[in-house]
């Protein structure tokens, strides 16, 4: 069937042709003369240090060291916020103990602790760990809490009225219930992730993508920014899509998440 | 399997038999263990939230295997007598026995079970699924799914047994947590004004379904409901509840299967109705 086929293609191009168009109109104004080429430079220009930076292995070992930080700061992270969600979404106790710090911290911009941060670790891995690590437990914390909290008390009720252990309440009422609610908070934490990261790397880092772009500004390789920040928009756009798979699979009972 | 279950149930408990004698005309299915009524006896019961008083000195008595029906206007204490029987809530004086037996083993006792007036189905797991969580703590999870499928025939939704609760129907999703409640074969079904929600036409189907289960199961039913007619074309006795107190206790004593707008059954209804709505106003 021709026909679908071509509607398929079609309706996976929508999206893109947005972002085509800017990189087009980009290139033309530069060509054109109507942009400097020092101040920003084409795509096809950008383009060409993104091969030369991929063909030196600079690009790829950057890239990887700083997805393993994000990656690692996120798991700590999101580890502590999931946890201290649970443990606050479960029991009042914990929640009375905890809630009240964990605002007050909340309010913090962590990124205000940099320098403090550099005073610690110095400009090691555990600063970026750390750094990330911080941001990202408080939307996870805060989304889980919210899961919990919303959770249809009817539910829970016909749980233990049908003689659910405690362990069966929560893994299948409690926390499919506050899924949704997760998810959300999870998406939020990817996208400090980055930001956090990059920040960090920007500042205090001698490797990374941050750290590459830094480096670039002083030898005025403008190329190599504006490839630094393209590859962020590439990282945001995979992150939010591989969320997404992961939420159509396992909200595929929810109507509000079946195919888009 | 099932033979033997049938002849388990044949050779004991003669109880449940007696009290089908009046209601031969309808076919019995095949029984299976544990199938049998829980007789509910409550004492000098007394139940107060806040110092308010809901239920007031209530004695009671449920045989095992009957159909009674509990109306009563709203906040007279009927949805509390149910849940109190439950052992949703905790009774602030008084006692309630299950069986007559409450030293009894806990193992053995067939378990009671409600339906409350939404579904409160788990959206996120398949119907059949939901149906199994009937049996929690019960045997294997492919033991669990091959009964709820059994019990989902019954309520005649066996095909939708791989769908999620969102792509159901009201009186749809009413079906399964009715399932859901059978599907541990229950000694006591309580039913908290389960039909509220649903339309008249879907509503008579579905009483009829509680019906045609109930006399081939055998538990004993105890129908909470503001609908008066509805009592009157299931339950075999009806209890009208006001201020906490058994206020009227009528024995419906119309041989099923009942025709909707049978005259028996109308004058019973507005005796009902009459005491509902009159009551304490009108002077003597």
Redesign the interface.
């Given at each position: 069937m021709p026909a679908s086929k071509y509607e398929r293609l079609r309706d996976a191009a929508i999206p893109w042709l947005l972002p085509a168009a800017i990189l087009l109109g980009w290139q033309a104004a530069v060509s054109v003369g109507l942009v400097s080429n020092r101040f920003m430079p084409a795509p096809l220009d950008v383009a060409r240090a993104g091969w030369e930076a991929g063909r030196t292995g600079e690009l790829w070992t950057n890239l990887g060291v700083s997805t393993l930080r994000a990656l690692a700061g996120f798991v700590v992270g999101g580890g502590i916020g999931f946890a201290l969600g649970l443990a606050n979404g479960l029991s009042r106790l914990s929640e009375r103990l905890t809630d009240t710090s964990v605002q007050m911290v909340r309010n913090v911009p962590h990124l205000s602790l940099i320098p403090l941060v550099i005073l610690w670790f110095g400009i090691g891995e555990e600063a970026k760990l750390f750094l990330v690590a911080l941001g990202v437990i408080f939307p996870i914390y805060a989304n889980t809490l919210h899961g919990i909290r919303s959770v249809?008390p009817?539910?829970v009720?016909?749980?233990r009225?049908?003689?659910?252990?405690r362990t069966?309440l929560f893994t299948?009422?409690v926390l499919?219930?506050a899924?949704p609610s997760i998810f959300v908070g999870l998406r939020y934490a990817l996208g400090i992730m980055w930001l956090t990261l990059i920040v960090a790397e920007t500042i205090s880092a001698s490797s990374g993508l941050g750290y590459m772009a830094m480096q670039a500004r002083e030898f005025m390789l403008v190329d190599v920014v504006v490839l630094a920040i393209l590859i962020y928009a590439g990282l945001g756009k995979l992150a939010d899509a591989l969320t997404r798979q992961l939420e159509r699979a396992c909200?595929?009972?929810?109507?509000a998440y079946r195919s888009a | 399997m099932l033979l033997d279950a049938v002849h388990r149930e044949v050779l004991s408990d003669p109880r449940t038999e007696s009290r089908h004698a009046g209601a031969a005309a309808i076919p019995r299915a095949p029984a299976e263990p544990g199938q049998r009524g829980i007789a509910v006896t409550v004492r000098d019961l007394h139940k107060s939230f806040d110092g308010h008083t809901v239920i007031e000195g209530l004695n009671l008595f449920l045989p095992a295997g009957g159909f009674t029906a509990v109306v009563g206007r709203s906040g007279c204490g009927k949805s509390t007598l149910l849940r109190l029987i439950l052992g949703l809530e905790t009774p602030t004086g008084g006692r309630i026995d299950l069986d007559g037996t409450a030293g009894s083993p806990r193992r053995s006792e067939p378990p009671k079970r409600i339906m409350f007036q939404e579904p409160r189905l788990l959206p996120w797991a398949r119907v059949v699924d939901n149906v199994a969580v009937g049996l929690s703590g019960h045997g294997t999870r492919a033991e669990r799914r091959e009964r709820a499928q059994a019990a989902l025939v019954e309520v005649g939704l066996a095909e939708k047994a791989g769908q999620w609760p969102a792509t159901l129907s009201g009186g749809q999703r009413q079906r399964v947590a009715l399932a859901r409640a059978l599907v541990s074969r229950p000694g006591l079904l309580a039913l908290d004004e389960p039909l509220g929600a649903l339309d008249a036409l879907t509503r008579i189907g579905m009483q009829d379904l509680i019906e045609r289960i109930w006399l081939a199961q055998g538990f004993t039913a105890l129908l909470v409901t503001h609908d008066v007619a509805e009592a009157v074309a299931l339950a075999d006795r009806i209890l009208v509840v006001d201020d906490g107190r058994i206020a009227l206790d009528l024995w419906v004593d119309v041989p099923r299967p009942r025709r909707r707008g049978d005259p028996d059954l109308a004058r019973l209804e507005g005796r009902i109705l009459d005491h509902l709505l009159g009551g304490s106003e009108t002077p003597a």
């Open positions: 249809d009817g539910l009720e016909m749980g009225v049908y003689g659910m252990s069966e299948r009422v499919p219930g899924l909200l595929a009972w929810n109507p | -």
